[in-house]
């Protein structure tokens, strides 16, 4: 494909070599609005175990995927406001503190964390709209290509069933997403009653992701709402314990992150996150 090639032109080559790389939807019928064939391409990118793909589909996918990061807007962090800029907050690290509310693929920052299962490969529900698939989806499919990687080197090491912990992070690169890298995190799943060891895990997961990036010189970084989605984790209470954890763990690491953003997708999850950073 040459520079002139349209993104129009991009997607239904890829449809069908992802089409024809499935085997099993290779006949698939493909509908011409282009809507639809950019949920069909979503779907067959989420179901596609990781295993080598031709370079040029590569090639056409990354470029793809660039355009539509560009489609749907790319937000940096000079867009961001503190929430002493927001909020009028003048708590502590005011400055430092972010709430942004929308889609945390669409961020160009260092690290955007994602809310990963054990399994660490990634939503394999088409067209699922949790962070996972989201984030994954538009990466391209060498982030589950890297997380299959470092899982299958976890298992040399530790055994064939090694399934990644809680609070344990992994760094991957952001491929084709804006944000430079993307740490994957397993939160706590709440099954009955709340508890302080689950409320422990999930402090964990920020603590341990923020000493991820600080070793890695990622200097902006920006979290998902961990564990409250499919893990029933309460959200007013898992504001807390986030905000908390952030603002003890700067305190104690002077100068070794810039700007920490509290990602929100909903408006009801942007109120709580205000009244928690008030």
């Known amino acids: 494909m040459t520079k002139k090639t349209t993104q129009e032109q991009r997607l239904d080559y890829l449809v069908e070599a992802f089409k024809t790389d499935s085997v099993e939807y290779k006949d698939l019928r493909t509908n011409a609005d282009t809507e639809s064939k950019q949920r069909l391409l979503r779907s067959l990118m989420n179901i596609r175990m990781p295993r080598p793909m031709a370079k040029e589909t590569l090639l056409v996918q990354d470029e793809y995927l660039k355009e539509r990061a560009e489609e749907r807007g790319i937000v940096r962090l000079n867009r961001i406001p503190s929430i002493a800029e927001s909020l009028g907050s003048k708590r502590p690290f005011a400055d430092t503190l972010s709430l942004w509310q929308g889609d945390i693929t669409c961020l160009a920052v260092d690290v955007i964390v994602n809310a990963a299962n054990s399994r660490m490969l990634g939503c394999f529900r088409p067209c699922h709209s949790c962070i996972d698939n989201c984030i994954h989806t538009y990466a391209g499919i060498q982030l589950r290509a890297e997380c299959h990687q470092q899982m299958q080197a976890l298992r040399s090491r530790y055994g064939r069933n090694y399934e990644q912990p809680t609070a344990l992070p992994m760094l991957t690169d952001g491929y084709n997403l804006p944000a430079k890298k993307v740490v994957h995190i397993v939160g706590p799943i709440v099954f009955d ?45 898992a504001s807390e314990i986030a905000v908390q954890t952030v603002m003890e763990w700067l305190a104690t690491h002077p100068g070794k ?17 205000e009244q928690t950073l008030q």
Not at 219 to 230: E, K, L, Q
Not at 258 to 269: G, L, T, Y
């Open 257 to 273: 992150v810039d700007r920490v953003i509290f990602n929100v997708f909903s408006d009801k999850d942007r109120c709580i996150y």
């Open 193 to 237: 009653e709340l508890t302080p060891d689950l409320e422990n895990d999930l402090a964990d997961c920020y603590r341990n992701t923020l000493n991820l990036c600080a070793k890695n010189g990622l200097r902006s970084v920006a979290f998902c709402s961990i564990s409250t989605g499919v893990f029933r984790f309460p959200k007013k209470r």
